[in-house]
């Protein structure tokens, strides 16, 4: 099992910017992929894509409504992940989760993540 701990969310203004991080530990061997949710107010059903990065980092993914504003990077010898928010807007307000994966290909579904973090709050004020 993998043990992931999200950090660095927090309130900020509208256009501001904002770095999460995500510290993975345990039995990190058989991750392939890393990922980003998010959890919107009133949707607390929806774990709605944001980023997904291989594990070894050379390939990722974005859900449209963040590309171009949002990058996820990992640092190997820290076996952290990080999702660096520019240009936020108010629509982005939601709970981050973190979580890893172990298919062998990069998925976009929270479904195909197995171990998840407890989420960290990013507020976007307008």
């Known amino acids: 099992q993998v043990q992931l701990g999200e950090s660095g969310g927090g309130l900020v203004q509208a256009g501001g910017s904002l770095r999460l991080s995500c510290a993975a530990s345990?039995?990190?061997?058989?991750?392939?992929?890393m990922g980003w949710f998010r959890q919107a107010p009133g949707k607390e059903r929806v774990r709605e894509f944001v980023?997904?990065?291989?594990?070894?980092?050379?390939?990722?993914y974005y859900a449209d409504s963040v590309k171009g504003r949002f990058t996820i990077s990992r640092d190997n010898a820290k076996n952290t992940v990080y999702l660096e928010m520019n240009s936020l807007k108010p629509e982005d307000t939601a709970v981050y989760y973190c979580?890893?994966?172990?298919?062998?290909?990069?998925?976009?579904?929270?479904?195909?993540?197995?171990?998840w973090g407890q989420g960290t709050q990013v507020t976007v004020s307008s």
């Open positions: 345990g039995r990190t061997s058989s991750t392939t992929a």
């Open positions: 980023a997904v990065i291989t594990w070894t980092g050379g390939t990722a």
């Open positions: 979580a890893a994966s172990r298919i062998g290909w990069l998925s976009t579904r929270s479904s195909d993540f197995g171990s």
